[in-house]
């Protein structure tokens, strides 16, 4: 394999050892190997890259030197709920849940999000947007309705009494 020179070896190797991205650093040791000289099928045993990843990345290297060994931007799939949409389920989780509820659950903003967004997730994907907006499926104890806090922290001070401690320990039998 021919490599133009771009870097000296030994620039080549201070590099690889001192880049964080260990991935761009194994890259660069391949063309450090193959501007000593060493042949395709020898980088293929020493690194357990595939002979058409080396020769890759040799021609990238060739081509524009260190900058086109790094990896290109994977944007991915564009989500199914728009940013803004995104904007709207945040305001109508934050408003709370209809039907008296406490809290929604994953299936409630499921239903939600086919009834008033018109658009269909999986109750993975659900979690996962809400993960992405900054939601936790962490909820508070539900307390009644009726609960009277002041009745409660009496009932604390007074019942602490009559309970019962349990043996710290209960032995078995070997």
């Not at 009834?115 to 996962?128: A, C, P, Q, R």
Request: glycine share 6%; net charge positive; with cysteine.
């Amino acid at each position: 394999m021919t490599v133009r020179e771009h870097h000296s070896t030994k620039a080549l190797l201070a590099l690889s050892r001192s880049e964080s991205n260990k991935r761009l650093a194994q890259r660069i040791q391949v063309i450090v190997w193959a501007q000593k000289g060493m042949t395709c099928p020898d980088i293929v045993q020493i690194s357990n890259h595939s002979r058409r990843s080396i020769q890759a990345w040799v021609a990238a290297y060739n081509a524009d030197g260190i900058e086109a060994l790094c990896d290109k931007p994977r944007p991915g799939r564009n989500p199914l709920l728009a940013h803004n949409k995104q904007m709207q389920l945040c305001r109508r989780i934050d408003a709370g849940a209809s039907c008296g509820r406490a809290s929604l659950g994953g299936n409630d903003i499921r239903q939600i999000l086919k009834d008033e967004f018109g658009v269909i997730y999986t109750l993975d994907g659900v979690y996962k947007l809400l993960h992405r907006l900054g939601y936790s499926c962490l909820c508070p104890r539900p307390q009644h309705e009726n609960a009277d806090p002041d009745l409660q922290e009496e009932f604390k001070k007074t019942s602490s009494k009559h309970w019962i401690p349990s043996n710290r320990s209960i032995r078995t039998k070997q």
